[in-house]
């Protein structure tokens, strides 16, 4: 059998999306009020291990992947990669072969993401990508559950992006091209997404408008996303802040989206930069179900890689 990879949404594919999005519903509801640590009753993934390497911080990733292993049976290691050999000069190459002997899963959340398409390349069990430079496709698994459960269908969704073109835009766009939603980028000139990427959205049936026009990104959307302006390991520099200010998400930009638009960010956020406190913490706002549905999303894909779905 194929080893099924996550690294992007691609991988998986529109269809595989629509059922890990649909098995996330249902296990959301089916344990509804129960303790967090408790198994779901079916216990899919029981006496399975998932390995994590962590060579950026987090919080949502890792406890959102620990829950979820838990949740469906199996148990979790938390591996630091300044802490084992890899961070010693240990080849990928040889760290995933290793790995693959001793765990079931690989999640890797790092910087380059060359770095995780070699653990794909010589790993024999699924690896998924918990972030890299380039895409966040975890993240926007949890992203399209919570659109859904503000009633709000896939197919012609209108989504607006504000701030920097970056890797969770890259795999919003590349959901965009799956499940046939459109989006507007507004960005600063010169922190646009990437070429390919974009390109690969429209040819995939997607409508992706770039302008440098905030109020143009916005206007009639469903949906307002954003991100810190500054991601992780980046230099917080005083010009691209003060280039990304005329696109920070406040009251007066989300009154030219639809009267029931819903604001979404992967956090954390840097309220008062990319997002007003009164947006942030208004009732447009559904940044916290967006954090809690990393786990639920996490679940199905880790479902997926396993061919259980």
């Known amino acids: 059998m194929t080893v099924r990879h996550f690294l992007n949404l691609s991988d998986a594919g529109g269809d595989a999306i629509a059922a890990m999005l649909a098995d996330a519903i249902d296990r959301k509801a089916a344990r509804a009020a129960w303790p967090k640590g408790r198994p779901d009753a079916d216990q899919p993934l029981a006496g399975h291990v998932l390995g994590m390497i962590f060579e950026k911080n987090s919080t949502r990733t890792r406890v959102s992947f620990d829950i979820a292993i838990r ?4 148990s979790s290691l938390v591996l630091d990669a300044a ?11 040889d760290t995933a072969r290793v790995l693959s002997r001793m765990v079931d899963a690989i999640m890797v959340r790092t910087d380059d993401h060359a770095k995780i398409e070699e ?13 890299t430079d380039l895409s966040h496709p975890c ?3 949890a992203d399209l559950l919570t659109v859904i459960e503000q009633g709000k269908a896939l197919p012609g969704l209108e989504a607006a992006w504000l701030g920097d073109g970056n890797n969770v835009l890259h795999s919003i766009l590349e959901a965009a091209g799956l499940m046939k939603f459109n989006v507007r980028v507004g960005t600063p000139q010169g922190y646009e997404p990437a070429e390919e990427i974009v390109a690969w959205a429209r040819a995939n049936g997607a409508q992706v408008t770039l ?26 520099t005083h010009n691209k802040l003060a280039a990304m200010a005329p696109f920070q998400v406040n009251d ?4 030219g989206a639809k009267g029931d638009a819903k604001f979404l960010h992967c956090l954390p956020a840097h309220v008062g930069e990319e997002v007003s406190e009164s947006v942030f913490e208004g009732p447009r706002s559904v940044v916290f ?11 199905s894909v ?3 890689c396993f061919g259980k779905l």
Request: hydrophobic fraction near 45%; charged fraction near 15%.
């Open 119 to 131: 653990m794909a390349r010589y790993a024999s069990v699924p690896v998924i990508n918990g972030l």
């Open 211 to 236: 302008t440098n026009d905030a109020t143009e990104a916005v206007a009639g959307a469903d949906i307002v996303l954003t991100d810190t302006w500054v991601s992780m390991g980046q230099e917080h």
């Open 71 to 74: 949740q469906l049976g199996g």
């Open 302 to 304: 880790l479902l997926w």
């Open 252 to 255: 007066s930009l989300m009154s």
């Open 139 to 141: 993240q926007v698994v």
């Open 289 to 299: 179900d967006e954090a809690e549905n990393r786990i639920h999303a996490q679940k």
């Open 83 to 93: 802490n084992t050999q890899l961070g010693r000069g240990e080849t990928i190459a």
